[in-house]
């Protein structure tokens, strides 16, 4: 059905297109999908082999297809012809994206993307022998209009040598490596019922998705074009979407498909037939999680405003309560200003998140916290905020807001709003964890929603101050005491900048640290002169503000480029790398090398449960082991081709190198004795 789908629109569109014929890829016209055949060793090692690749470069508004292409379409084909000694493995596609034509939903590629593949080379095969590889391939190339079959004979010319890979033809292909579904290691149970397919997905609480869908590897499993909804379940994912009109799926065997979590970044699973609970389209379990969501980012925000980053803030809020007297007018429409305030910035700090994760960033929130320039205009930013509460400077907009950028009250208290959601972020509270991961995977209304709810609950306190007299009757008369307040709530804003700054030694190292640390001397030096000539009744202001925006962009100019690497933990826990991991075997030192994932809940229980147990560490330590550690939650090429090389396609995968042998391979459900075991 699907081959007379594309030709009866290719014909249609045909009629009324007729320059189109000229685009035909068989015999006429150039191809509007460029296609090279790309090998990533010229001299493959015999008894090893290489990768290769169909490097395909779509033109502008053409696309290319994926193994299952749809509604529509039709994947690649191809016809090997191959000398004596060579096989190719089944092609590997990249994790696809969507596109919905017409009610007909697509699996494609809309820009550049690779096919691999991997050639094996018989053992026997002489060195300098020569491997003419010749393929037949033909695709598909489509626009939302039309539809031109394209193909062509596709040549390599291999010598058997030593293997030897050029240093960018290797980041050419670890990029496209990347773009591949990895295995997810644990699997997914699937249950059919009312013409509805849902999936449970083992994937943990803090691993992060965006953009999520299920892209079955064969028909029979789900309807393409239908609606895919996907909540969180503790360290699952449900799915649920309509099933396929009479399909293979309902009877009752297993099916793989590609989990996206990303752009082009996904997961291979598979899925038996199982019970699912709590799936996904039911209305009253998305509701419980919606409310639940929202009950936590209130209660989140609520509790941040006892934040050492936060509560100062509401502090100076309280006072300018206080001198407001009984004047409930001006109270409530500055209580509302201020609200106003914290919820747009929730909202648009919110929707910049999940614009990002949609356009394939694997961000979360705080994600402004992972830019180590964003952590250094914030220590700036709280440094000033501190100094100014400790008297060193006035500064009008924190007397109560009241004159922010000269503005007015309501202006006033609406920009101190802002500030106080801004400043908030390098808090954590309690409650958010939750709230904030549920929302990255709720529609988008109700993930808005948990976004100002988090800002109605920082936004609180002041609203019930200023709402309800009988709270406000109870803050103490005006006074002397408030500078002596004022005063005291510099000193969280200091604890604050100094958690940023070890913040930013975490992400740039001691150097990293370094700088911030001198950009907040060299901060307060220049408020300290500015406080000198407003003591004076002397300006500046202007000044001091353009001196500090040139120190933030000196500083950010100079900060590393990259974090330094250091062990995950201990003097005995490095970090995987190769030429590391030959070091330490050609000295005869012990190694245990095993590699993670966030994403990996059988990874996380091991490590819980066998690797980072008092025990395991005792016995290692005695015996000199060196515990090496590949993460792969970001699908690191290098780790990537080491588990090729061990066989593997995915994690976990533990490995004891006793001095002087060859690895061990050891089982995926560890127990502490099997590691004390090693060493015994």
């Given at each position: 059905m699907r081959i007379f789908k594309v030709i009866f629109m290719t014909l249609a569109l045909l009629a009324g297109l007729p320059t189109v014929q000229a685009q035909s890829a068989f015999g006429g016209g150039a191809a509007h999908i460029a296609a090279a055949l790309e090998t990533e060793s010229a001299t493959p090692r015999a008894g090893e082999g290489t990768s290769i690749a169909f490097a395909m470069v779509p033109e502008k508004g053409w696309h290319g297809y994926w193994e299952n292409p749809g509604d529509a379409g039709l994947g690649m084909t191809v016809d090997w012809t191959l000398p004596k000694g060579v096989t190719v493995g089944a092609l590997r596609y990249p994790v696809p994206e969507t596109l919905l034509i017409s009610g007909l939903m697509n699996h494609v590629y809309e820009g550049p993307y690779a096919i691999l593949a991997d050639l094996k080379v018989a053992a026997d095969v002489t060195p300098g022998t020569r491997l003419p590889i010749k393929a037949a391939a033909q695709w598909l190339a489509c626009t939302d209009k039309v539809c031109v079959p394209e193909g062509g004979d596709l040549t390599l010319e291999l010598v058997v040598g030593d293997g030897q890979i050029v240093t960018a033809t290797r980041a050419r292909f670890d990029g496209w490596r990347t773009h591949l579904p990895r295995p997810l290691g644990s699997e997914a149970t699937y249950a059919i019922q009312d013409g509805k397919v849902r999936l449970s997905v083992p994937f943990p609480a803090s691993a992060q998705a965006s953009d999520v869908h299920l892209f079955p590897l064969a028909e029979g499993l789900a309807r393409y074009a239908a609606p895919q909804t996907v909540t969180r379940q503790g360290d699952r994912l449900l799915l649920e979407t309509d099933a396929a009109e009479g399909g293979k799926g309902g009877k009752g065997g297993t099916v793989q498909a590609v989990l996206r979590t990303g752009d082009h970044v996904g997961f291979l699973l598979t899925a038996r037939p199982g019970e699912v609970t709590g799936a996904a389209s039911d209305d009253g379990g998305q509701w419980g999680a919606i409310l639940a969501a929202l009950g936590g980012a209130l209660l989140g925000g609520l509790l941040l405003n006892?934040?050492?980053?936060?509560?100062?803030?509401?502090?100076?809020?309280?006072?300018?309560?206080?001198?407001?007297?009984?004047?409930?007018?001006?109270?409530?429409?500055?209580?509302?200003?201020?609200?106003?305030?914290?919820?747009?910035?929730?909202?648009?700090?919110?929707?910049?998140?999940?614009a990002l994760?949609?356009?394939?960033?694997?961000?979360?929130?705080?994600?402004?916290?992972?830019?180590?320039?964003?952590?250094?205009?914030?220590?700036?930013?709280?440094?000033?905020?501190?100094?100014?509460?400790?008297?060193?400077?006035?500064?009008?907009?924190?007397?109560?807001?009241?004159?922010?950028?000269?503005?007015?009250?309501?202006?006033?208290?609406?920009?101190?709003?802002?500030?106080?959601?801004?400043?908030?972020?390098?808090?954590?509270?309690?409650?958010?964890?939750?709230?904030?991961?549920?929302?990255?995977?709720?529609?988008?209304?109700?993930?808005?929603?948990?976004?100002?709810?988090l800002g109605l609950g920082l936004a609180l306190p002041f609203l019930l101050l200023a709402y309800v007299p009988a709270l406000r009757k109870r803050l103490p008369k005006p006074g002397g005491w408030m500078g002596t307040f004022q005063k005291i709530l510099a000193i969280p804003m200091f604890l604050t900048a100094l958690g940023l700054a070890w913040l930013l030694g975490q992400q740039r190292g001691v150097s990293g640290m370094t700088i911030g640390l001198t950009a907040a001397l060299l901060l307060a030096l220049l408020l300290w002169w500015l406080g000198s000539r407003q003591r004076l009744g002397k300006g500046g202001g202007l000044m001091a503000a353009i001196a500090a925006l040139a120190l933030l962009a000196g500083a950010a100019c100079a900060l590393p480029t990259r974090a330094p690497t250091v062990a995950k933990a201990g003097d005995s826990t490095v970090q995987f790398a190769v030429s590391k991991l030959a070091e330490l075997r050609a000295?005869?030192?012990?190694?245990?090398?095993?590699?993670?994932?966030?994403?990996c809940l059988t990874c996380k229980a091991n490590e819980a449960a066998a690797i980072d147990r008092a025990e395991t560490s005792a016995a290692f330590d005695k015996a000199g082991v060196t515990v090496m550690v590949g993460d792969w939650t970001n699908a690191d090429p290098a780790i990537t081709r080491f588990l090729e090389s061990q066989g593997r396609s995915g994690v976990p995968l533990y490995l004891w190198y006793a001095p002087g042998k060859?690895?061990?391979t050891l089982p995926q459900l560890l127990t502490p004795a099997t590691l004390t075991g090693l060493v015994s």
């Open positions: 006892i934040m050492p980053c936060v509560f100062p803030i509401l502090g100076l809020k309280a006072m300018k309560l206080a001198r407001a007297g009984g004047d409930e007018r001006t109270v409530r429409r500055e209580a509302l200003a201020y609200t106003a305030g914290i919820i747009l910035t929730c909202l648009a700090l919110g929707g910049l998140l999940l994760r949609a356009a394939g960033g694997a961000v979360g929130w705080a994600f402004q916290l992972q830019d180590p320039r964003i952590i250094l205009a914030l220590l700036l930013l709280v440094t000033a905020i501190a100094f100014n509460l400790a008297g060193l400077f006035e500064l009008r907009a924190y007397g109560g807001g009241e004159g922010l950028v000269g503005k007015g009250g309501v202006a006033g208290s609406f920009w101190t709003g802002a500030l106080v959601a801004f400043v908030a972020t390098p808090c954590t509270g309690p409650f958010m964890a939750a709230a904030m991961g549920a929302a990255l995977l709720l529609p988008l209304p109700a993930a808005l929603a948990v976004f100002a709810g000295a005869n030192k012990p190694v245990f090398l095993y590699f993670t994932a966030d994403w060859d690895a061990q």
